[in-house]
């Protein structure tokens, strides 16, 4: 029906400035002609190569603890996944992704503690929980648009913090939930007993679930989202029951956030109610408008750059971590307006404040 | 009246910290419901004031009152780099500036706990109100009583410049239509400047003066301002107001709430604030007219 027009091409285009300075090697060669960049399948292609070789050479290259953020990264870009599915397609930018994380996290945690240690088990939990979370709260938060949405999913994270925290029989309280045992990926293989084999285990989950989100963010579920983020007046009258849109979206968005869950659960063998705090979820924030918003890839590689800027850059500044990423705030906000503008409500051009407010515009 | 007794103190905790509450919010919910900028670097500014007058004051009346104006000063100069930096953002809606904020309460939470350290700074205040005094019977903090006092004629003070001068009725016009403030002769940007200040001011005040409540320590800035956004948003962004009666309720959850059970009190803050936020959109949605009912969707 009504498709986007020009968003959903022009948005895919940040996904290479983070990748070049990520990762150089391959993307080096095809920097100095502007004509082959100007490729669509290049732009996505080359980054990614670089990506997957980096991915792949990292366990025979790095020590223990790059491995161990490198998968930290990789658990923190599925989360940044979800939040580009919500922010970057479905114009829902949330301050309170990191609840239906900390709900899958949970979950593999307590799952682990009682003795099912079996990882497909507790992804496959993990993700139901997260799932089932969102489409609780999902049936309030959608139907509040722009800031409101943005305070309500912040009010919905510092409950489930709270809970996290008050629910001691289950959770362990501020705590945490410790001595989470090891798991086997799946019946009849082996206890995961290094970083390298955790590394593995959560590289190969994060490529599965990243391709099904990709799969289907592509197909027409993704221009749907798209229409209803730019043109929400437009689909309804169409007859699209665009809420119900943004409900589902919301929900698979939460069953991406609580599988990243299971992951960083599987990484640190620990949970505690910081993992779903606001700095969290303003990170993933800040992961998406780096990597574009409606690219999955460059939210992989934002939450990589954050990992690697607060816990491998800031290694010779000790408890500087949040200067360095401030700064990354604050230079993303002003150099990345491409980035940003993915996410933000669409203002027709040349309105430089307010425009009066008519019934049905998206805030 | 045994019952009464016993929630006495924490009642009067609970007006105490309430009012300490309304001074930092006051500002925030000027800034959003007026300027539209989500300031998350506020609770930054008010740790900033508060480790401010910490520094300043040593016991006497003398420092303590130049702590207070140090924290002011420095809250109004956090406001105006804030000014700066949300400027040229302003078209962009609330996300950049959202962003742009943390990332300077990042950076401004870093700076300060490298120069004063992890620990929380204990604060010297005056010997004639550090003791404790008797009302109705019950020994309760002086300085709290005063607290009490000082913060109510700000609270007056300010309803009174936002409701009867001249500046006061240009910000309140700036709420309603920026366009027309601008094709009056006020330059935006002035406008913009000045509320950034005052709302840095206001949290710089609050730092200070509530330093002895709640000491200047790194997640004084997240208490802070976690709070001031419950309060802002049920009391409704931009009602000053509002913001009074939300932030004297919060104080009370915080203090009654919690000696009548502990178990369900912290639920109930952000419990009401998603409430407020859900009602006010059914509402907002229902009435062809409410589309401003959708709470603090401003600018």
């Not at chain 1, 307006?337 to 051009?349: H, L, M, S």
């Not at chain 2, 409540?213 to 419950?230: C, E, H, Q, R, T």
Request: proline share 6%; charged share 10%; aromatic share 8%.
């Amino acid at each position: 029906m009504s498709t986007p027009t020009s968003s959903a091409t022009s948005n895919t285009s940040p996904a290479s400035s983070p990748a070049s300075t990520d990762a150089a090697t391959p993307a080096a060669t095809a920097s100095g002609i502007p004509a082959v960049l100007a490729s669509r399948r290049v732009r996505i292609g080359v980054p990614s190569a670089a990506l997957a070789v980096l991915l792949l050479i990292a366990p025979s290259t790095f020590d223990g603890y790059g491995i161990s953020l490198l998968s930290k990264a990789l658990a923190l870009g599925v989360l940044a996944v979800s939040v580009s599915v919500l922010a970057g397609f479905a114009g829902l930018p949330t301050m309170g992704q990191a609840a239906p994380f900390l709900v899958g996290a949970y979950t593999a945690g307590v799952l682990g503690t009682h003795g099912h240690t079996i990882g497909a088990v507790q992804l496959l939990c993990g993700t139901l929980t997260g799932a089932g979370f969102a489409a609780a709260t999902g049936l309030v938060a959608v139907r509040t648009r722009g800031v409101a949405f943005l305070m309500t999913t912040l009010a919905l994270g510092e409950l489930t913090v709270t809970a996290a925290g008050e629910w001691r029989s289950l959770t362990g309280g501020t705590d945490g939930l410790y001595g989470i045992p090891p798991i086997q990926p799946l019946p009849g293989l082996a206890t995961l007993s290094s970083d390298r084999d955790v590394y593995w285990f959560v590289l190969i989950s994060t490529v599965v679930i990243v391709a099904i989100a990709w799969r289907v963010l592509r197909s027409p579920v993704g221009k749907l989202l798209l229409a209803s983020r730019d043109h929400e007046a437009r689909l309804r009258s169409a007859g699209h029951p665009v809420t119900r849109y943004q409900w589902i979206a919301y929900t698979a968005a939460g069953a991406l956030a609580g599988f990243g869950g299971v992951l960083m659960c599987t990484v640190n063998a620990y949970v505690s109610p910081d993992d779903g705090s606001f700095s969290n979820s303003a990170l993933v924030l800040l992961a998406v408008v780096l990597g574009g918003a409606t690219s999955p890839l460059g939210a992989l590689l934002g939450a990589g750059l954050i990992v690697a800027t607060r816990d491998w850059l800031a290694g010779p500044f000790p408890g500087h971590g949040p200067l360095l990423l401030g700064l990354m705030f604050i230079v993303a906000v002003y150099a990345l307006p491409e980035g940003v503008a993915g996410i933000r409500f669409r203002t027709p051009a040349g309105t430089r404040f307010r425009m009066p407010k008519r019934r049905g515009d998206p805030a | 009246m045994g019952t009464l007794d016993t929630y006495f103190v924490p009642a009067l905790d609970g007006v105490a910290w309430g009012l300490l509450l309304f001074v930092a919010a006051a500002g925030l919910t000027l800034l959003f419901g007026i300027g539209g900028v989500l300031n998350i670097a506020h609770g930054t500014l008010f740790a900033l004031g508060g480790y401010l007058a910490a520094t300043v004051s040593d016991g006497s009346w003398s420092t303590a009152i130049l702590g207070m104006v140090v924290a002011t000063v420095g809250g109004t100069l956090g406001g105006a780099v804030l000014a700066a930096g949300t400027l040229p953002l302003a078209e962009r809606g609330h996300l950049p500036q959202a962003l742009l904020t943390f990332g300077l309460a990042l950076v401004g939470g870093d700076i300060l706990s490298t120069i004063y350290g992890g620990d929380p700074h204990p604060v010297v205040i005056p010997s004639s109100v550090s003791g404790t005094m008797h009302i109705f019977g019950h020994v309760y903090p002086t300085y709290r009583l005063m607290f009490i006092v000082v913060a109510s004629v700000l609270a007056l003070a300010g309803t009174y410049v936002l409701g009867r001068t001249r500046a006061g009725a240009l910000l309140r016009a700036a709420a309603d239509d920026r366009d027309m403030v601008g094709a009056m002769g006020y330059a935006p940007w002035r406008v913009h400047a000045a509320l950034c200040g005052a709302a840095g001011a206001l949290a710089g005040l609050a730092g200070g003066l509530g330093a002895p409540i709640i000491g200047p320590a790194p997640d004084a800035a997240d208490k802070v301002l976690m709070l001031s956004m419950v309060v802002i948003v049920l009391g409704r962004p931009g009602s000053v107001a509002g913001a009074f009666f939300a932030a004297i309720a919060v104080g009370e959850i915080e203090t009654v709430g919690v000696t009548i059970s502990s178990n369900w009190a912290p639920y109930l803050l952000f419990g009401l604030m998603a409430l407020a936020l859900v009602g006010r959109t059914f509402r907002g949605s229902a009435d062809s007219a409410g589309a401003a009912g959708v709470a603090g969707a401003h600018a």
